[in-house]
């Protein structure tokens, strides 16, 4: 009676071991059913990761855009407020300036000055937002009309300046017309202010090949500033000198910004204090 229990359990360990044999050579060979499941794994949290970038994405988008619009509705509804408070200090001075203390003439020229900065920055917020709003057009573009047109304006405005502009005879791009002439003048007026101080100056516009892409450059030899604070460089009303030495509102390379991101394309800047600076940007592709 005992044999068949002894002959059944040699059959049963004769089985578990042929399937440990089998589990054994599955793993040698790599065929196992366990080997497949991280990889499944790995795959499942890929595309979760994917799904979360483009939810993200998606609210990244939505955010800017609603920025776009509190920043358009803010700096319009600014203006009309604006326009009373510095219409009537005026009015102030105008009509009762004889009857007032010297004490309330400064402070009332404080006010319409104060006033009128304000309103210079609503009206820089609201081009700002108009950037991130306006249609765009890609056209195929000669970028170097452009900065001849700015430079003969730039000489007839001031031409006491002694300022060489280096522009080559074309230099083709790809994208909107409207946007593009707005961020190289911009690139331009800035180069033209911070060589102000110099006796005689240049400023330079071209490209460079950098693999498949084309980088534009305005180059001048002004000011320039300190490379430490780059990164605030492109910030809304960020200045990088005193408004005493330099004025302007600190807007113009974040509207430059802005629209080279819309192209896809990418802006930098490399300076040296009182070595001028560089700006490069790129169109995408």
Not at 76 to 83: G, W
Request: glycine letters at 10%; charged letters at 30%; a negative charge.
């Amino acid at each position: 009676m005992d044999a068949p229990n002894s002959k059944g359990e040699r059959k049963g360990g004769a089985r578990k071991g042929a399937g440990s044999g089998a589990q054994v050579a599955a793993r040698r060979d790599g065929s196992q059913q366990p080997d497949r499941e991280p990889a499944d794994d790995c795959e499942s949290r890929l595309a979760e990761a994917q799904r979360e970038l483009t939810r993200h994405k998606a609210t990244a988008e939505n955010l800017g855009k609603e920025l776009e619009t509190f920043s358009y509705a803010v700096s319009h509804d600014l203006r009309a407020p604006l326009r009373h408070l510095i219409g009537f200090s005026n009015a102030l001075l105008e009509d009762y300036g004889d009857s007032l203390e010297p004490t309330a003439h400064s402070y009332l020229d404080c006010i319409v000055r104060a006033g009128r900065k304000m309103e210079g920055l609503v009206d820089a917020l609201l081009a700002l937002s108009r950037i991130g709003r306006q249609d765009m057009t890609p056209l195929n573009l000669d970028l170097s009309q452009m900065a001849n047109s700015y430079a003969a304006c730039a000489k007839e405005g001031d031409p006491c300046r002694k300022v060489t502009f280096k522009v080559p005879d074309r230099l083709p791009a790809h994208g909107d017309a409207v946007l593009l002439r707005t961020a190289l003048e911009q690139l331009l007026e800035n180069a033209w202010k911070f060589t102000a101080k110099n006796e005689s100056a240049t400023i330079e516009v071209g490209s460079r090949q950098d693999g498949d892409e084309v980088v534009y450059f305005v180059r001048d030899d002004g000011a320039g500033f300190d490379m430490r604070f780059a990164d605030r460089l492109f910030g809304p009303f960020q200045r990088m000198h005193r408004e005493e030495e330099f004025p302007g509102l600190g807007i113009g390379l974040a509207i430059v910004q802005r629209i080279i991101n819309r192209h896809g394309g990418r802006i930098w800047a490399e300076a040296e204090v009182n070595g001028g600076a560089t700006f490069y940007f790129t169109l995408g592709s």
